[in-house]
């Protein structure tokens, strides 16, 4: 069975910089897409960015474009969320998940089978 544990979550200042891990086990994440998503206080649970590994095909929320970038590495089997210009909405556990697929990837939850079991980020000054 797929397991994913996430990494790199920890506080920062406005403006700055984490860099986010997703590390699989079990299988591997080629023919899978993996999403980033988000818990906020008092928020809905949103998606943030994901990735088809198979093609490299990324989509992103609009709320993190230009910001936040998704990326993975086959031979580490982990996928990766780098964020910069960090806000203090971006506050948030963040969670990876994967699903099997090979077309274009899609934010909503719902669907996804596997889960890590989050990261807190705290951006505040």
């Known amino acids: 069975q797929l397991q994913l544990v996430e990494s790199g979550g920890g506080f920062v200042q406005p403006g700055g910089s984490l860099r986010l891990s997703c590390a699989a086990s079990?299988?591997?994440?080629?023919?899978?897409?993996v999403g980033w998503f988000r818990q906020a206080p008092g928020k809905e649970h949103e998606g943030v960015t994901c990735l088809t590994t198979s093609s490299g095909d990324t989509n992103y929320a609009d709320s993190v474009k230009g910001r936040f970038t998704i990326s993975s590495d086959s031979a580490k089997n982990t996928v990766y969320l780098q964020m910069h210009r960090l806000k203090p909405e971006d506050t948030a556990v963040y969670y990876c998940?994967?699903?099997?697929?090979?077309?274009?990837?899609?934010?909503?939850?719902?669907?996804?089978?596997?889960w890590g079991q989050g990261t807190q980020v705290t951006v505040s000054s």
């Open positions: 079990g299988r591997a994440l080629d023919s899978h897409a």
């Open positions: 998940a994967a699903v099997r697929l090979f077309g274009p990837c899609f934010f909503s939850g719902g669907h996804y089978p596997y």
